[in-house]
């Protein structure tokens, strides 16, 4: 039940990592390791999904992958209705409302709402806002759709608010995968200011004090993806990065949490 995992986390003050896996790019001796991580108590979610997915292998990856795990859920963060799979734990519904493109609001939604009710997968609707992370990046030209600019907190709280009303239950700030520049905490803190929904945060965090001023700011899980598919060691200490932050805790007391 990641949702519920969410809430209480958000609740007790505890900060979540999540490890977004590109189909694409998914090979046996890199899943093999990831898993090895999360049943150690690393990872407290995948992430599963593309803008653009081209192989024909993602639910082999996928079945490969659920094999390893003990605990740790796997989310669909699909980039198109293609890239539904019942053998995930989850869905991230989608909605694209940074953007103004039909289809990433309601049209794809209904192409796929049966097929979604029969798969039984716990869904979570979810406010998908893009923000601009300094260059173009996969998702905002496959979506058609402008990002948010980085230097403009307000629209980016009163867009997650209008999710929240709406009735979507969790907002993802994404700067988009590869991104130059990671989500600003100007942007994070006013979103957090404004909603009570958990708040994801990814694209562009390649680092462990990337991750730390994500969380400081609000964020209540990070994703990272690219930054982990070529050398997946330094996970641990990104782990352990996530885990130190509290609330109000300072550098020096999320150092002694990495020791
Ligand atoms: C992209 O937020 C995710 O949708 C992860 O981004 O690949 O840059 O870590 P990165």
Not at 192 to 215: F, K, M, Y
Request: net charge positive.
């Amino acid at each position: 039940m990641l949702y519920t995992n969410l809430m209480n986390a958000r609740k007790n003050g505890q900060k979540m990592l999540a490890v977004l896996v590109d189909p694409d790019k998914a090979r046996r001796d890199n899943l093999g390791q990831l898993a090895k991580f999360a049943n150690e108590g690393h990872i407290d979610c995948f992430l599963w999904g593309g803008s653009l997915v081209n192989t024909t292998q993602s639910a082999y990856y996928l079945k490969l992958l659920k094999a390893h795990l003990k605990h740790t859920p796997v989310f669909l963060f699909p980039g198109s209705t293609y890239q539904l799979d019942d053998q995930a734990d989850g869905l991230l519904l989608l909605s694209l409302i940074s953007g103004r493109n039909p289809e990433l609001l309601i049209g794809r939604h209904v192409q796929v709402a049966a097929r979604i009710k029969q798969m039984k997968l716990e869904t979570i609707p979810t406010g998908y806002l893009l923000v601009d992370g300094g260059r173009p990046t996969s998702v905002s030209y496959m979506s058609n759709t402008t990002p948010i600019p980085a230097d403009k907190p307000p629209i980016a709280a009163a867009t997650a608010l209008a999710g929240e009303q709406l009735g979507l239950r969790l907002i993802y700030l994404d700067a988009g995968s590869g991104a130059q520049q990671p989500i600003r905490p100007t942007i994070i803190r006013a979103v957090r200011a404004e909603v009570d929904l958990p708040i994801i945060v990814g694209g562009g965090i390649r680092t462990p004090e990337r991750a730390a001023i994500a969380l400081e700011a609000g964020a209540d899980m990070i994703v990272v993806g690219n930054g982990l598919e070529k050398d997946p060691n330094w996970l641990p200490e990104l782990a352990a990065a996530v885990k130190g932050v509290q609330p109000g805790a300072t550098k020096a007391q999320r150092e002694k949490a990495k020791a």
